[in-house]
């Protein structure tokens, strides 16, 4: 009889995932919410050329809710596009930060704080990155050759760097932000 009962509430737990939506309400909420604080992270920042917290944010929210934290980071692009206008320059951005989110998901969840260090410097590899990352596609957008392409990568180099530097510093913001915001998830309920 016992196993006739676990075989039934095992059927109705699989029944009860298979019905729940993939999103619920309250991650809806959180991750528009996240999406924007992003935005409005960058918006923020315009002041300081190449210098803003869209890295932190995107290792962060990575951290704490991994393939799902694809949502924000397409929220933050999709308000970008929608308020600064969908041009050439935007097409980079929708493959740009799913590079540093990938990267980020190869970490482990729980990284010990003696490792914390890892993060501003993904954050700042990043940074360094961004130009030749963003080469690709203006070089399909421009039909540059190889040599132009890597000229246009040599242009950009010292704005990289002040990216990196930037990006380098608020990646020491990661590791207290994670910690923050796993504590709010569990006083709110887990998102």
Same mark, same amino acid.
């Given at each position: 009889?016992?196993?006739?009962?676990?075989?039934?509430?095992?059927?109705?737990?699989?029944?009860?995932?298979?019905?729940?939506?993939?999103?619920?309400?309250?991650?809806?909420?959180?991750?528009?919410?996240?999406?924007?604080?992003?935005?409005?992270?960058?918006?923020?920042?315009?002041?300081?050329?190449?210098?803003?917290?869209?890295?932190?944010?995107?290792?962060?929210?990575?951290?704490?809710?991994?393939?799902?934290?694809?949502?924000?980071?397409?929220? #933050?692009?999709?308000?970008?596009?929608?308020?600064?206008?969908?041009?050439?320059?935007?097409?980079?951005?929708?493959?740009?930060?799913?590079?540093?989110?990938?990267?980020?998901?190869?970490?482990?969840?729980?990284?010990?704080?003696?490792?914390?260090?890892? #993060?501003?410097?993904?954050?700042?590899?990043?940074?360094?990155?961004?130009?030749?990352?963003?080469?690709?596609?203006?070089?399909?957008?421009?039909?540059?050759?190889?040599?132009?392409?890597?000229?246009?990568?040599?242009?950009?180099?010292?704005?990289?760097?002040?990216?990196?530097?930037?990006?380098?510093?608020?990646?020491?913001?990661?590791?207290?932000?994670?910690?923050?915001?796993?504590?709010?998830?569990?006083?709110?309920?887990?998102?």
């Amino acid at each position: 009889m016992s196993r006739r009962l676990q075989e039934t509430r095992e059927g109705n737990s699989s029944k009860e995932r298979r019905n729940k939506p993939a999103l619920s309400v309250k991650e809806m909420a959180v991750f528009a919410m996240l999406g924007a604080i992003m935005y409005c992270s960058k918006i923020l920042m315009e002041w300081a050329p190449n210098i803003h917290l869209l890295g932190m944010f995107t290792m962060t929210f990575t951290i704490c809710y991994r393939v799902k934290a694809l949502i924000p980071i397409y929220i #933050y692009v999709l308000l970008n596009g929608m308020f600064s206008g969908f041009a050439l320059w935007w097409i980079p951005y929708l493959y740009i930060w799913t590079v540093l989110w990938g990267v980020t998901m190869l970490l482990p969840k729980e990284l010990p704080a003696k490792f914390a260090w890892i #993060y501003p410097i993904i954050c700042g590899l990043h940074g360094l990155a961004f130009g030749t990352l963003y080469a690709p596609a203006q070089a399909l957008m421009f039909h540059l050759n190889f040599k132009q392409t890597l000229a246009w990568i040599a242009a950009g180099f010292s704005f990289d760097c002040v990216h990196a530097a930037g990006n380098f510093a608020a990646g020491f913001l990661v590791y207290p932000l994670v910690k923050l915001l796993r504590r709010l998830n569990k006083t709110i309920g887990r998102v």
